[in-house]
C-alpha cells in the first residue's frame, strides 16, 4: 500500500508486495448496488487516490453489492461486513449491502501506489492483498454545528473526512443559520446560509452512504446562540415572541401551545431538508431556566417535562423516526458520588421525569470528563430500558474511553460530538474514527502529515490558503 497506514485499520490485512496488479491512466470496473450518488464518489475517490491521474469508468453487471476490475473475485467471510481482494488479474470488493460496499471502496483506494505520473505514461499498482473487514460499533455518529462564523468548506471537509473513514450518521445543528420557512427570524438576518448553500452539504453526506439527522434544540438552548455571548436569533429580532420562552430565552416555555406548534413545524422542514432517515435529534440539554416562568411554575416541573417530551416522541416516531436527546437533565450528579458525571436533573428534579418516558426516546449521554473505562452514567440508562449513544469530545482519551465503553456495554453506539472545535475533529478524525471501528480500539501512531495527506487528498484546494489543513492561519496573531 501506499501510505504506512490504513485508515482505519481493517480488522484482518495481508498483503503480498512480491505480486501486483497494474493499470494505468483509465480503469474500467463492473459494479452493482450503488446508487448513482455513490456511484460517482466512487469516481472520485478512485481519481484523488491516483494523483488525479487515472480516471475510473463504471459499468453495471453482477448480483449484490460488487466492484470488480479485471478477474479477482472477493466472498465475505463470517462476520464480514466487506471484503477486499487484489490479485495481478484484478481487484475486487464485496459488501454485505450498499454502505459496506462502499467502506470496502474506500479501503481498495488506499492501497493505491503510483508509479509514473507523467502525462501519457501514467503507472499504478496495487500488491496483491486480502482484506476482511467489520465494524466494533454499528451506530457511528459525528454532530457538526453550523455557527454563523462557520465556514462552510471546513464543514465540507469534515464531512468527506466522516464519510472516508466509514462513519453511518452525520448530525446537523444550525445555530441561527438555517432559513426557515415557517419563521424567518430563527435566522440571523445577515449571518445565516441559504438552502441553495447548505444543500450541498446534504448530498455529499449521502454521496458516502451516511445518513444526516437533522437537530433543533427543542427545550434548552432556545436562544440558537452560546449563553457567553448573551445573543437571542429570534428576540434580538422580534420582542412580541417572548412568551414562546421562558423569561430569559434559553429554554423554550413548555406551556405555550405555540411553542409545541412552532417547534413541530421546524421538525418538519429540517427533515424535509436533510432527507429520508429513522432518527430525528431534540436536543434537551442544559435547560437552565426551566418551569420559571409564571405558566410553567405552577406545574410540578418533572410532570410537566416527561409530558411535553413523550408528545414530541409520539409525533417524531409517526414520521417513521426516533428521537434521540441528550442525557443530562434526566440523571441526578448526587446519585452518582464524587466524580466527573455530567448530570443536570437535580435541579428542579427533572430527573424524576426519566420513569416516566416513552422508551423508544435514544438517550445520548455526553461525558466529556470521563477518561476510565467505565461509563456508570451509560450504564443506568440502559438498565432503565433506554438504547443509548455515548458522546466523547475532542480529548483523545476521552474519545479512546467512551468507545471502548460502548463496546464493552453494547451500547448502541457513539456519537461523537465537535462543538466549537472543528479544526481539532479534522485534526484528530483517524484517530477518532479508528476507535469506532476497530474492536480493540487500536489506532496507528498519529501522525499529523498523514492525517493532512487524506484532507487533502479528498478536499481539492486548489491552491487556496484559507481551505488547506485545518487551521486559518500559520502563526497566533
Not at 454521496?207 to 432556545?222: D, K, T
Not at 435547560?287 to 405552577?298: E, G, I, L, N, V
Not at 430527573?351 to 477518561?371: N, P
Not at 443509548?388 to 465503553?405: G, H, K, Q, Y
Request: aromatic fraction near 12%; proline fraction near 4%; glycine fraction near 8%.
Amino acid at each position: 500500500m501506499y501510505q504506512r497506514n490504513l485508515y482505519p485499520s481493517p480488522r484482518s490485512f495481508w498483503e503480498d508486495e512480491s505480486s501486483c496488479f497494474r493499470f494505468g491512466a483509465r480503469v474500467t470496473a463492473r459494479v452493482s448496488g450503488l446508487d448513482e450518488e455513490c456511484a460517482q464518489r466512487a469516481k472520485y475517490l478512485w481519481n484523488r487516490f491516483s494523483c488525479s491521474a487515472s480516471e475510473l469508468d463504471l459499468l453495471p453487471g453482477g448480483e449484490g453489492f460488487r466492484f470488480t476490475v479485471g478477474e479477482a473475485s472477493a466472498e465475505l467471510g463470517e462476520g464480514d461486513s466487506c471484503a477486499v481482494k487484489a490479485a495481478p488479474s484484478g481487484l475486487a470488493v464485496v459488501g454485505k449491502d450498499a454502505f459496506s460496499l462502499m467502506n470496502g471502496i474506500e479501503t481498495l483506494v488506499q492501497l493505491i501506489c503510483p508509479d509514473v505520473l507523467e502525462e501519457g505514461k501514467e503507472s499504478f499498482y496495487v500488491s496483491s492483498a486480502e482484506i476482511h473487514d467489520s465494524p466494533a460499533v454499528p451506530f457511528r455518529a459525528v454532530h457538526f454545528c453550523i455557527f454563523p462564523d462557520t465556514k462552510l468548506y471546513n464543514v465540507e471537509k469534515a464531512i468527506h473526512l466522516a464519510g472516508f473513514l466509514k462513519l453511518t450518521h452525520v448530525i446537523f445543528e444550525f445555530w441561527g443559520t438555517f432559513p426557515y420557512a415557517c419563521e424567518p427570524a430563527l435566522a440571523w438576518k445577515d449571518r445565516s446560509f441559504s438552502k441553495e448553500e447548505l444543500k450541498p452539504l446534504v448530498r455529499l453526506a449521502a454521496s458516502y452512504g451516511m445518513e444526516v439527522i437533522p437537530m433543533s434544540n427543542q427545550f434548552g438552548h432556545a436562544t440558537q446562540s452560546r449563553s457567553c455571548y448573551g445573543r437571542h436569533v429570534l428576540l434580538n429580532r422580534n420582542p412580541r415572541l417572548s412568551r414562546l420562552f421562558e423569561p430569559d430565552g434559553w429554554t423554550w416555555c413548555l406551556s405555550n401551545p405555540d411553542t409545541y406548534k412552532l417547534l413541530s413545524e421546524m421538525r418538519a422542514e429540517l427533515a424535509d431538508f436533510c432527507g429520508e432517515g429513522g432518527y430525528f435529534h431534540l436536543g434537551f440539554d442544559e435547560a437552565y431556566s426551566f418551569a420559571t416562568c409564571d405558566r410553567c411554575r405552577k406545574r410540578v416541573p418533572h410532570e410537566l417535562l416527561a409530558e411535553f417530551l413523550n408528545r414530541l416522541t409520539e409525533d417524531v416516531c409517526k414520521t417513521g423516526r426516533r428521537p434521540i436527546v441528550w442525557h443530562d437533565q434526566f440523571l441526578r450528579r448526587s446519585d452518582f458520588g464524587e466524580g466527573s458525571i455530567v448530570a443536570n436533573g437535580d435541579y428542579r428534579d427533572t430527573a424524576a421525569a426519566l420513569d416516566l418516558l416513552d422508551r423508544r426516546i435514544i438517550m445520548a449521554d455526553w461525558q466529556y470528563g470521563y477518561r476510565n473505562d467505565f461509563n456508570v452514567s451509560t450504564a443506568v440508562l440502559m438498565e432503565k430500558g433506554f438504547d443509548t449513544v455515548v458522546c466523547p469530545w475532542d480529548d483523545r482519551e476521552n474519545i479512546r474511553s467512551l468507545a471502548s465503553d460502548a463496546k464493552k456495554l453494547g451500547a448502541y453506539g457513539v456519537m461523537l460530538t465537535t462543538w466549537d472545535h472543528l479544526p481539532n475533529w479534522l485534526r484528530d478524525a483517524t484517530f477518532a474514527a479508528a476507535c469506532l471501528w476497530n474492536e480493540g480500539g487500536n489506532n496507528p501512531p498519529h501522525s499529523y502529515t498523514e492525517s493532512a495527506y487524506l484532507l487533502r487528498t479528498l478536499y481539492d484546494t486548489d491552491g487556496r490558503y484559507e481551505e488547506s489543513g485545518w487551521n486559518l492561519n500559520e502563526v497566533l496573531q
